[in-house]
């Protein structure tokens, strides 16, 4: 049996929006590709920035460390400061040193 006149037609039409989903899902995995392409492209620039700020972090956490180390230092000078000036001036006492001999540096 010969396929009729109308039976052609459709089978056209049906070839036609076959090629069509094809062409369509052709599309599709190639915007998905480019997407996954990208994420990945953004996900690695967010790895090196993430990595970025955690070394100048770390660059900010000693530095933090070796100030916080000089202030202590600085701090327990200042406590043994005075106890110094007190030996001093005990030693000058000793050695005939009295209040009216003072002499001022600055005015």
């Not at 070796?66 to 000078?77: I, L, N, Q, V, Y």
């Amino acid at each position: 049996m010969f396929p009729s006149a109308s039976d052609c037609g459709e089978n056209d039409m049906t070839e036609s929006r076959l090629d069509s989903l094809k062409e369509q899902q052709s599309l599709q995995e190639t915007v998905a590709k480019e997407t996954l392409a990208r994420t990945k492209a953004l996900a690695e620039d967010a790895k090196k920035t993430s990595m970025r700020f955690r070394v100048e972090a770390e660059k900010c956490n000693a530095g933090v460390a070796a100030c916080e180390r000089a202030r202590e230092r600085a701090e327990s000078r200042l406590v043994e400061e005075p106890k110094l000036a007190a030996l001093w001036e005990k030693r000058a006492r000793e050695r005939g040193w009295k209040d009216s001999d003072k002499v001022y540096l600055y005015r």
